[in-house]
């Protein structure tokens, strides 16, 4: 377990951005993928986005893909969720993630074993 710590959320309105950040602690990035997940009410948890060090790749949600952008930076060991022209049915708590690396990259959110506490984003129209 890697202590995970969101920040950034709050309550903007369609076509605004936000960030959200996730420091961990202890946490050497080249060894973990990192990854947010977003959870509606009354819905299951979903992928957002996932970054990998380990093979320089970031992967997204087509739900997301051009207008969220995920990044790091290994000196601060924070992660960020770059979130732009932000919809309304992108409404939900957001949940930072690591995996271990074991040489493949997975978006399902049994492989991710430390997640923060979360984060709500809410979108008004």
């Known amino acids: 377990q890697v202590p995970l710590v969101e920040s950034g959320g709050g309550s903007v309105q369609a076509g605004d951005s936000l960030r959200l950040s996730c420091a961990a602690s202890?946490?050497?990035?080249?060894?973990?993928?990192m990854g947010w997940f977003r959870q509606a009410p009354g819905k299951e948890r979903e992928f957002v986005a996932a970054?990998?060090?380990?093979?320089?790749?970031?992967y997204y949600a087509d739900s997301v893909k051009g207008r969220f952008t995920i990044s790091g930076d290994n000196a601060k060991n924070t992660v960020y969720l770059q979130m732009n022209s932000l919809k309304p049915e992108d409404t939900a708590v957001y949940y930072c993630?690591?995996?271990?690396?074991?040489?493949?990259?997975?978006?399902?959110?049994?492989?991710?074993?430390?997640w923060g506490q979360g984060t709500q984003v809410t979108v008004s129209s």
């Open positions: 970054i990998a060090w380990a093979v320089f790749g970031t």
């Open positions: 993630a690591a995996q271990k690396w074991r040489g493949v990259v997975t978006m399902s959110s049994h492989e991710f074993g430390s």
């Open positions: 202890g946490l050497t990035f080249s060894s973990y993928t």
